[in-house]
């Protein structure tokens, strides 16, 4: 098999594929999407943190400077959500937006809501127990996360139901060459989505409450379609690694039943599990970032212009980097994994995910005594942000 993103058994099982392209060609031209793929852990770490690379080349350049050709029109709602958030700018504005939204992320603030966190996961999980099982991502892994960022943003609870879709097809886009169908979604998305902001920023800044929204509505140097953008950002970057990378690790832990049972007993393991089960089988798989000035990478010369792919999950399994990196081990604690990034781009919201994810995992072992598979599951198509639809379960309480 061959690196395919749009072929389902790749997706499905991609790392063979990423072994090989370790080991004889660490740094390959994919043509269908026009990118370097970068394998190795330690160039796609070093090339996280290079400043000659950047998530855009706006900054320095016209789409037309560049060689590249301009997005169609009507995608134009899309990105002026997405280039108002942090995550597809570059410094000096990017310093500026995460500046303004990190105070809400300081490890004090985000230890403080663990027994929020705890409280939430907790009721979700009893409500799963208590029907005998049923699809814990639609059940647990969404609703979790989705919910601690909507009540740190202030969503009122009756358009929370909202933002999953919305958030589903704005990702959409960044998959590798999405559909006409995938684009016009996520133009919909961008659209519905930023207006909905906006009049709450609005609402927000005539009547603060104690939210986030309400401190982002205060700040004067912050534009609307900034905080638009940055809350567009917060909600989908806020829950899409949580749901996938809970939905891939009880898969992952249900085909290595050994590992679940020593975390059954052991639940100390859960933080390491946590990191474990995110290296083992990434949810976010690729990275994108644009060729600023001339690099070379092994040899290879990647010209001004180039867009290269970074492969999170063929890093996460590089022998170079990880002892025996095919195999699932809980209590892994040398785990340099990069499935949040690195660099200036860094996950904002990695330890926010982390407490969910441990939180959630020790509410499943500890108000079950046995949780059982249903049926394989089967993977969503897209690759990029990778995850499994459903993962339905046989619940029995503790």
Request: hydrophobic share 40%; proline share 7%; glycine share 8%.
């Amino acid at each position: 098999m061959r690196f395919d993103p749009r072929n389902p058994v790749f997706v499905a099982h991609p790392y063979d594929v990423y072994d090989e392209l370790r080991r004889t060609a660490p740094v390959t031209y994919y043509e269908p999407t026009d990118q370097w793929l970068i394998s190795r852990h330690a160039d796609v770490n070093a090339l996280l943190r290079d400043r000659r690379l950047g998530r855009t080349y706006l900054h320095v350049a016209t789409h037309e400077e560049f060689g590249r050709r301009p997005e169609p029109d009507f995608q134009e709602p899309f990105w002026r959500v997405s280039r108002n958030g942090m995550l597809e700018v570059e410094p000096p504005l990017h310093t500026r937006l995460r500046r303004l939204v990190s105070k809400a992320f300081t490890p004090r603030m985000v230890e403080s809501l663990r027994p929020r966190v705890r409280a939430i996961a907790g009721g979700l999980v009893d409500a799963f127990v208590e029907k005998g099982g049923g699809d814990l991502i639609a059940e647990v892994a969404e609703p979790l996360p989705v919910t601690v960022i909507a009540e740190m943003l202030g969503i009122p609870e009756s358009d929370r139901h909202l933002l999953r879709p919305w958030s589903a097809d704005m990702c959409g886009m960044y998959e590798l060459n999405p559909t006409p169908e995938a684009q016009q979604a996520a133009v919909r998305a961008a659209e519905e989505f930023e207006a909905y902001l906006k009049g709450l920023a609005r609402e927000r800044a005539a009547a603060p409450g104690d939210d986030l929204i309400s401190a982002l509505a205060g700040i004067e140097e912050l534009t609307e379609d900034e905080l638009a953008g940055t809350c567009v950002l917060l909600l989908n970057a806020g829950h899409e690694a949580t749901v996938n990378g809970t939905g891939n690790g009880w898969w992952s832990l249900f085909r290595h039943p050994e590992e679940l049972a020593r975390l059954r007993a052991d639940r100390s393991l859960l933080p390491t599990a946590v990191e474990e089960l995110l290296r083992y089988d990434t949810p976010l798989q690729l990275f994108e970032r644009w060729v600023l000035e001339d690099i070379e990478v092994h040899g290879v010369r990647i010209p001004r212009g180039s867009e290269v792919a970074l492969l999170f999950g063929s890093a996460n399994r590089d022998p170079e980097v990880f002892v025996d990196p095919d195999r699932l081990d809980v209590g892994r604690a040398d785990n340099p994994h990069i499935s949040f990034g690195a660099g200036i781009h860094f996950c904002l919201g990695a330890p926010l995910a982390r407490i969910e994810m441990v939180e959630s995992f020790g509410a499943l072992l500890d108000r079950t005594s046995e949780l059982e598979l249903v049926s394989e599951p089967v993977w969503k198509p897209g690759y990029v942000i990778r995850g499994l639809h459903s993962l339905d379960l046989r619940a029995a309480a503790a």
